[in-house]
């Protein structure tokens, strides 16, 4: 698993207008080449009577699934430069569709690059871009006399508090990045006094929304 990658937030449209042209761009989050393709059929369902649905996505921690398709544009300039938006902005798990309606003007085929270059561009922006951080739950049992000062120095750490548990001892679970939580365990270990319990939980990601 990653320790961080950045995603499109989920699903989004944005239509801008291009020499008469509208270019309306939808955003999903993907994680799988059937989700990719599910989104892409609906989206071309959806705007049967466009002149072109294109598409392009990419998959896998490693984007070892890329595809584009320029839905009968020509060659190379609408597929493609959808696909090299995705790879600049470092996306990954990511399918966009591209569905023009031709306003009666040609582009030529820089035009047509930069269009769809744009529309991408524009909605992965519109729909919002989240990284996501792998990160581990732990687990710190304490007394209740230490409850106070462990809260208030974990809500001021870089840590995150994710839920206490009012139990026989008091149960604090954290969020840590994972190539932190060796360093989670000396600094609570110190804050404690060693009057601790301390153990590792689940993984999991958490998501925010950057800006690239």
Known sequence: ?????????????????????????????????????????????????????????????????QKANDDGEPTGTAGVPMLEVLKKKNLKDTVVVVTRYFGGIKLGGGGLIRAYGKSVSEGLQAAGIVERKLMRVMHTKIDYTWLGKVENELRSSTYLLKEIHYLNDVEVEAYVEEEKKHAFFEWMTELTNGKSEISEGDVTYLEEQVEI
């Open 1 to 65: 698993m990653l320790s961080h990658y950045y995603t499109v937030k989920g699903y989004g449209e944005h239509e801008i207008i291009i020499q008469k042209s509208r270019f309306i761009c939808y955003t999903q989050r993907a994680t799988t080449e059937e989700e990719a393709i599910s989104f892409i059929q609906k989206i071309k369902k959806q705007h049967h009577d466009a002149n072109h649905n294109c598409s392009a996505y990419l998959i896998g921690e490693h984007n070892s699934i």
